[in-house]
């Protein structure tokens, strides 16, 4: 249970997105990061960002965190392909953890708002997905978007494997959205190995995540099997 009762928060707070982007094509075989991989003509990282700038989401600031050695070639390719999007370009750390903290850090002079914690690389996220996360976290300080799994599921043990009950499980999509104040006292706290996103970094100071019916097409591009799926859905 959350030491503080949620608040809902008037409508004209704020609204944040950091976009993470610090992969590289080694599980796609390719010769640059995954983020600037061509998707129908245009970076990937492109399709991201516009779906954040998009003007009925509200977003007053948007905050790009890459690693320090692609920010030349991020300026080159948003010159190129994007100029229209205005966006803040931060360098990322060692970490995703350390990445979203420098993005943090960069709306420091912010006392209340909601902020999203997004993947560079899911490009299709529909927009009511991104909205209906935003509204959630307003009511009850961290919402995250998520898809109960297709397939059957099992666990593994030392003898071999025991079957999972899939309709209590969840799979963890981005946008992972949090009252501002909330996500920045969690990460006032020491890096631990089990903070394997922002919900579980949340959720070790106790406050409750709240679900968000996700979207099979907000898919995660990794692979190059993901990259043809996300051309055959936007075309």
Same mark, same amino acid.
């Not at 899911?122 to 009511?139: F, K």
């Not at 969840?170 to 020491?190: D, I, K």
């Given at each position: 249970?959350?030491?503080?009762?949620?608040?809902?928060?008037?409508?004209?707070?704020?609204?944040?997105?950091?976009?993470?982007?610090?992969?590289?094509?080694?599980?796609?075989?390719?010769?640059?990061?995954?983020?600037?991989?061509?998707?129908?003509?245009?970076?990937?990282?492109?399709?991201?960002?516009?779906?954040?700038?998009?003007?009925?989401?509200?977003?007053?600031?948007?905050?790009?965190?890459?690693?320090?050695?692609?920010? @030349?070639?991020? /300026?080159?390719?948003?010159?190129?392909? #994007?100029?229209?999007?205005?966006?803040? $370009?931060?360098?990322?750390? %060692? *970490?995703?953890?350390?990445?979203?903290?420098?993005?943090?850090?960069?709306?420091?002079?912010?006392?209340?708002?909601?902020?999203?914690?997004?993947?560079?690389?899911?490009?299709?996220?529909?927009?009511?997905?991104?909205?209906?996360?935003?509204? @959630?976290?307003? /009511?009850?300080?961290?919402?995250?978007? #998520?898809?109960?799994?297709?397939?059957? $599921?099992?666990?593994?043990? %030392? *003898?071999?494997?025991?079957?999972?009950?899939?309709?209590?499980?969840?799979?963890?999509?981005?946008?992972?959205?949090?009252?501002?104040?909330?996500?920045?006292?969690?990460?006032?706290?020491?890096?631990?190995?089990?903070?394997?996103?922002?919900?579980?970094?949340?959720?070790?100071?106790?406050?409750?995540?709240?679900?968000?019916?996700?979207?099979?097409?907000?898919?995660?591009?990794? *692979?190059?099997?993901?990259?043809?799926?996300?051309?055959?859905?936007?075309?």
């Amino acid at each position: 249970m959350s030491s503080q009762a949620p608040k809902t928060p008037s409508p004209q707070d704020p609204r944040f997105a950091i976009i993470v982007a610090g992969g590289s094509g080694t599980r796609m075989g390719a010769d640059r990061p995954k983020q600037f991989l061509k998707l129908r003509g245009e970076p990937v990282l492109v399709h991201t960002l516009r779906r954040f700038a998009a003007p009925e989401l509200h977003v007053q600031r948007l905050v790009l965190v890459l690693p320090a050695d692609q920010l @030349a070639v991020w /300026q080159e390719l948003h010159q190129r392909y #994007a100029p229209e999007l205005a966006h803040e $370009v931060v360098s990322g750390g %060692a *970490t995703r953890w350390a990445s979203v903290r420098q993005g943090l850090a960069r709306l420091k002079e912010y006392s209340a708002g909601v902020v999203a914690v997004h993947d560079g690389v899911r490009p299709l996220t529909p927009l009511s997905v991104i909205e209906s996360t935003y509204a @959630a976290a307003r /009511q009850h300080g961290a919402a995250v978007a #998520a898809v109960a799994p297709k397939d059957s $599921v099992r666990g593994l043990s %030392a *003898t071999g494997s025991y079957a999972l009950d899939r309709s209590r499980l969840r799979l963890v999509q981005t946008p992972q959205c949090f009252e501002l104040e909330l996500l920045r006292r969690a990460y006032q706290l020491p890096e631990l190995p089990t903070f394997t996103d922002d919900a579980s970094v949340v959720e070790d100071l106790q406050h409750p995540i709240h679900l968000v019916p996700g979207d099979y097409r907000n898919l995660k591009i990794t *692979t190059p099997e993901d990259l043809l799926l996300a051309e055959a859905l936007l075309g």
